[in-house]
């Protein structure tokens, strides 16, 4: 599954980064990817990369389909807030599990 090869990569990243800061005692710098989430475009849903990377298609993939989920449950979340703006969360979780 092409998703797992993006996580065991980033998993690698941390290890070999690990390792090398281990053997030289220097930081070993990094780029990070992020995926937008409903709290905010950045930061969140993130992952580092080697500096310079640049993203392959499993990156994008992730993205685009995180980009869909997330516009699922911005429309999803407005049928389930209450009057004074908080969120009826579990409602909403037994809403979409009855839907699968």
Do not use: C
């Not at 990377?53 to 980009?67: C, F, H, N, Q, T």
């Not at 516009?71 to 037994?94: N, V």
């Amino acid at each position: 599954m092409q998703h797992n090869q993006s996580i065991i990569y980033t998993n690698d990243f941390f290890v070999e980064a690990a390792q090398s800061e281990a053997r030289t005692k220097q930081f070993v710098k990094r780029d990070f990817f992020s995926i937008p989430v409903f709290i905010k475009r950045a930061g969140h849903f993130v992952y580092a990369t080697p500096k310079g990377y640049k993203p392959v298609e499993i990156d994008s993939i992730i993205y685009r389909k995180a980009v869909v989920v997330l516009a699922d449950y911005k429309k999803l979340r407005t049928q389930f807030m209450r009057p004074d703006s908080s969120l009826r969360a579990l409602e909403m979780w037994k809403t979409v599990q009855k839907k699968k």
